[in-house]
């Protein structure tokens, strides 16, 4: 088992898929990433306190914002990660990167602006919350960091401290990733198969066409 299985050098299909994730029955993630060579996607990865984050980004795209705590809920496996960890938590922890000096780094929570997280040592900004405020159903969390070149970003996402709610990841990406894909494959080859022995067994036992009117050979 493990908390997640990592894959790159997808080619976002013209930016329809700009990135395929999923999670299998037993928890673990799978995560596709956007290739390097046309899109210019990474990757920063984090444990905290043995909670798993990531951020897919594109390069040379500043500040680059990770929220490790509360973490998406999305993203959460209680099969691997200690989600408990969330609800006794003492402060919201986010990652913040840039060339420039970081201005500051504003977090709200379901709309309501909670305060600006302070850096604690490198690009670790935490903010004291209470996560018991939080404890029933799904809540958004948005923060936004300026740099001192005048650059913004903003991260958000859904988290939930209880971990009986569910969320489901796309369709599409699901069936693209988990699928048997040689399975149907081979379904679909045999019924082109039986397509075509039917045509031609079909013209063996059909009447031969009559010609109507004389015909022009004797």
């Given at each position: 088992s493990a908390?997640?299985?990592?894959c790159?050098?997808?080619?976002?299909?013209g930016?329809?898929?700009p990135a395929?994730h999923?999670?299998?029955?037993?928890g673990?993630?799978e995560?596709?990433?956007g290739?390097?060579?046309?899109n210019?996607?990474?990757?920063?990865?984090?444990?905290?306190?043995?909670?798993?984050?990531?951020?897919?980004?594109?390069?040379?795209?500043?500040?680059?914002?990770l929220?490790?705590?509360?973490?998406p809920f999305?993203?959460?496996s209680?099969?691997?990660?200690?989600?408990?960890?969330?609800?006794?938590s003492t402060?919201?922890?986010i990652l913040?990167?840039?060339?420039?000096?970081i201005?500051?780094?504003?977090v709200?929570i379901?709309?309501?602006?909670?305060g600006?997280?302070?850096?604690?040592?490198?690009?670790l900004?935490v903010?004291k919350w209470?996560?018991?405020?939080?404890s029933q159903?799904?809540?958004?969390?948005?923060?936004t960091?300026q740099?001192a070149?005048?650059?913004?970003?903003t991260?958000?996402?859904p988290?939930?401290?209880?971990?009986?709610?569910?969320?489901?990841?796309?369709?599409l990406?699901?069936?693209?990733?988990?699928?048997?894909?040689y399975?149907?494959?081979?379904v679909?080859?045999a019924l082109?198969?039986?397509?075509?022995i039917?045509?031609l067994?079909s013209f063996?036992y059909?009447?031969r066409?009559?010609?109507?009117g004389k015909s022009l050979?004797?």
């Amino acid at each position: 088992s493990a908390t997640a299985y990592l894959c790159g050098h997808l080619h976002t299909l013209g930016g329809l898929m700009p990135a395929l994730h999923t999670q299998h029955h037993h928890g673990t993630l799978e995560l596709e990433l956007g290739d390097w060579k046309d899109n210019r996607k990474f990757r920063i990865l984090a444990f905290d306190h043995d909670l798993f984050s990531f951020a897919d980004l594109n390069f040379e795209e500043w500040p680059v914002v990770l929220v490790t705590n509360p973490k998406p809920f999305l993203y959460s496996s209680s099969a691997h990660e200690p989600l408990q960890r969330i609800l006794h938590s003492t402060h919201i922890r986010i990652l913040a990167f840039s060339p420039s000096p970081i201005k500051f780094v504003k977090v709200s929570i379901d709309g309501i602006h909670l305060g600006d997280a302070l850096q604690v040592s490198g690009p670790l900004y935490v903010l004291k919350w209470s996560p018991q405020s939080y404890s029933q159903g799904f809540h958004q969390i948005n923060v936004t960091v300026q740099d001192a070149s005048g650059k913004s970003t903003t991260q958000h996402h859904p988290f939930a401290v209880e971990e009986n709610l569910s969320l489901k990841f796309g369709l599409l990406s699901s069936w693209i990733l988990l699928a048997d894909h040689y399975i149907w494959v081979r379904v679909v080859f045999a019924l082109m198969v039986i397509v075509q022995i039917a045509f031609l067994i079909s013209f063996r036992y059909l009447g031969r066409p009559s010609l109507k009117g004389k015909s022009l050979f004797k």
